[in-house]
């Protein structure tokens, strides 16, 4: 059972600001939020995690609203080396194994 | 710092055969994992391991076996590869629980079973 939902595909353009919203109406108090990147053939790579307000770090920042049951991952001006698919995935941090990986977002930067 | 290397990047098995994929972590970490990605899709977790001496079963554990004898080493067994196995392998290892504990992945293993 999938507890986050995304858009499936998004596109941009170089320079642009993107932002990508999941949604998870069933996160429960434990539950962590992170994102991960993946690029064609490689393995996917963690961007950002957070559990409440705000979390930035050198690459993204993540948005985390009181209700937690979205957030939004947001890339600063990107350019076309930010092509990937975006998973948005939420669990117990004592307990990662048990993350459920939905089909992800495919963003698509433009020149 | 290797991370996580997996091998081979490519094989390709006949209906039947047997092989193991490796995967090695140079990070002392205690969790590892193995998924399977198939087009498309997101990850599903075959197996996974939260120390030497300890498995257990993820979501699609069937035709799929898994020992961790060591910390560094968790090879994926196929006993009898079908074609509904041909799809891209990846592992993963972590240091168990808390925050800042994010998955570490390898390159992943392209298997096709004709």
């Known amino acids: 059972l999938a507890k986050t939902t995304q858009p499936i595909s998004m596109d941009s353009y170089e320079g642009q600001e993107v932002n990508i919203t999941c949604s998870h109406n069933n996160i429960a108090t434990n539950d962590y939020i992170t994102w991960y990147q993946q690029f064609p053939s490689q393995g996917p790579r963690f961007i950002i995690q957070g559990y409440k307000t705000k979390v930035t770090n050198e690459v993204a920042s993540l948005f985390i609203p009181a209700d937690r049951k979205s957030s939004t991952l947001s890339l600063p001006r990107v350019s076309l080396s930010d092509t990937a698919v975006y998973y948005c995935?939420?669990?117990?941090?004592?307990?990662?194994?048990?993350?459920?990986w939905g089909a992800g977002t495919k963003l698509i930067i433009k020149p | 710092n290797a991370g996580v290397t997996q091998t081979p990047k490519f094989q390709v098995l006949k209906t039947g055969q047997s092989m193991t994929l490796q995967c090695a972590q140079d990070m002392n970490h205690e969790y590892m994992s193995w998924y399977r990605q198939d087009p498309g899709m997101g990850l599903r977790l075959i197996h996974y391991?939260?120390?030497?001496?300890?498995?257990d079963q993820g979501e699609v554990p069937n035709g799929y076996n898994v020992s961790r004898s060591t910390t560094e080493d968790f090879p994926l067994r196929l006993l009898s590869a079908a074609p509904s196995q041909t799809s891209v392998y990846f592992c993963a290892s972590s240091y168990l629980g808390g925050q800042n504990s994010p998955l570490h992945f390898g390159n992943g293993t392209r298997l096709t079973v004709t």
């Open positions: 391991s939260v120390g030497a001496g300890i498995t």
């Open positions: 995935l939420v669990g117990d941090m004592d307990s990662n194994y048990q993350l459920i």
